[in-house]
């Protein structure tokens, strides 16, 4: 089993940079790719990003790619969404979530619980 929780979330003005993090618990992290979700108010959750097992490929939706970076340090168990050129329509809760194929990340075995991020105009 693989707990996640993510970190880092907050409010930034339009323009400005976060970099969120997640926690993996458990020996197994190395094994998943990870995904990066998000969901803004009253929308459905939509995927943003994936990176492999070992950070090699990363994929982004188009409405992040060139401003949102996946990156995951195996060795301390994490998994960071660097966003930069913030929008007010990146307004959501992220989620990230423990993957099994890279290929396929909309197949999620674990969701964290989710950070806010707020970007005002």
């Known amino acids: 089993q693989v707990q996640l929780v993510e970190s880092g979330g907050g409010l930034v003005q339009a323009g400005g940079s976060l970099r969120l993090s997640c926690a993996a618990s458990?020996?197994?992290?190395?094994?998943?790719?990870m995904g990066w979700f998000r969901q803004a108010p009253g929308k459905e959750r939509e995927f943003v990003g994936v990176t492999s097992y070992s950070g090699g490929r990363t994929y982004y939706a188009d409405s992040v790619k060139g401003r949102f970076t996946i990156s995951r340090d195996n060795a301390k168990n994490t998994v960071y969404l660097q966003m930069n050129s913030l929008k007010p329509e990146d307004t959501a809760v992220y989620y990230c979530a423990a993957v099994p194929l890279y290929s396929n990340p909309n197949n999620v075995d674990y969701w964290g619980k989710g950070t806010l991020v707020t970007v005002s105009s």
């Open positions: 458990g020996r197994t992290f190395s094994t998943y790719a």
